[in-house]
């Protein structure tokens, strides 16, 4: 079965740039996507088809894929940006979650 | 605005069976795949599986086929995730969302369903 890894956590100080990582076989062929899910909350789509941002979602959010790796950014990232962030794509019909990521604002 | 409304919270004994909903508004409910993910006590995200409306087209992840049923009744726009007879293991929060563009748009609030004895 296909998988999606990522690294359990990141730390970044606010202001600074935050990366997260998505690893699965051949990814960049296919679409990933980017949920950010706040403790007690649902998750919220925070990057559709690899780069592209839904309606409401700040510019400091960008989303890139390429060979194994997807990757999500947070530019100037801030307090309320702390989350748990999990990729997900499609593959053979089936739906694939990453792992999560847990991102700490320090 | 588009909307899902999911069934309240759960509170079932092993071997009891379960069917919660979700309620969708705002958009053409037969347009759309609905999906359903379990997110148990402090870990991921889990896709379970996901259903067409407009014909019942319906798609299990290998880990949920044959554990859980999904269905909908278009006609009051609602999604439905049961099962027959219920584990300790399925305790977990439930979410339905809607798919597009290969991704899951708009989420409802979830569902918890404690299964205990």
Do not use: H
Not at chain 2, 1 to 10: I, T
Not at chain 2, 80 to 100: E, F, G, N, P, V
């Amino acid at each position: 079965s296909y998988e999606l890894t990522q690294p359990p956590s990141v730390s970044v100080s606010p202001g600074q740039t935050a990366s997260i990582t998505c690893s699965g076989d051949k990814l960049g062929d296919k679409y990933a996507c980017w949920y950010q899910q706040k403790p007690g909350q649902s998750p919220v789509l925070v990057i559709y088809q690899d780069s592209k941002r839904p309606s409401g979602i700040p510019e400091r959010f960008s989303g890139s894929n390429s060979g194994n790796t997807a990757t999500l950014t947070i530019s100037g990232t801030q307090a309320m940006d702390e989350a748990d962030y999990y990729c997900q794509a499609w593959d053979s019909s089936l739906y694939v979650f990453g792992t999560g990521t847990k991102v700490t604002v320090l | 605005e588009v909307q899902l409304v999911q069934s309240g919270a759960e509170v079932k004994k092993p071997g009891e069976s379960l069917k919660i909903s979700c309620k969708g508004s705002g958009y053409s409910f037969t347009s759309y795949w609905i999906g359903w993910v379990r997110q148990m006590p402090g870990k991921g995200l889990e896709w379970m599986g996901i259903i067409y409306p407009g014909d019942s087209d319906t798609r299990y992840s290998p880990s949920f086929q044959g554990q859980v049923t999904i269905s909908a009744d278009k006609s009051i726009s609602t999604a439905y995730l049961q099962w027959s007879s219920l584990k300790a293991s399925d305790t977990a929060m439930y979410y339905c969302a809607r798919r597009r563009l290969s991704a899951f748009d708009y989420w409802g609030q979830g569902t918890l369903v404690t299964v205990s004895s």
